[in-house]
């Protein structure tokens, strides 16, 4: 595990998770931390999944479960990756 000693070392952490992100699809995350699992976030990567597999774009779309994105009361949280 990296550590965090400064502001700069947030940055480069950032800017290097921002380069390691797929280009290739698009990324749907979603809380799924305590605060957002107890607002229903299971539920809503349940959803998110069939709509996938309905449209059929199973490898075109990645679900992914995610730790607290911060906004708790406002959960279950999701971002949708790439965005400008």
């Not at 480069?12 to 979603?30: H, M």
């Not at 774009?57 to 971002?79: D, Q, Y």
Request: with cysteine; net charge neutral; proline share 5%.
């Amino acid at each position: 595990m990296v550590k965090v000693r400064s502001p700069e070392d947030l940055e480069n952490l950032r800017k290097e998770s921002i380069a390691k992100r797929r280009r290739d699809k698009p990324v749907i995350a979603v809380c799924v931390s305590t605060g957002c699992s107890a607002l229903g976030a299971g539920k809503v990567v349940e959803a998110l999944r069939e709509e996938v597999k309905r449209h059929e774009l199973e490898g075109e779309v990645e679900i992914k479960e995610t730790g607290c994105m911060g906004f708790c009361e406002l959960g279950p949280r999701l971002i949708i990756y790439p965005y400008e």
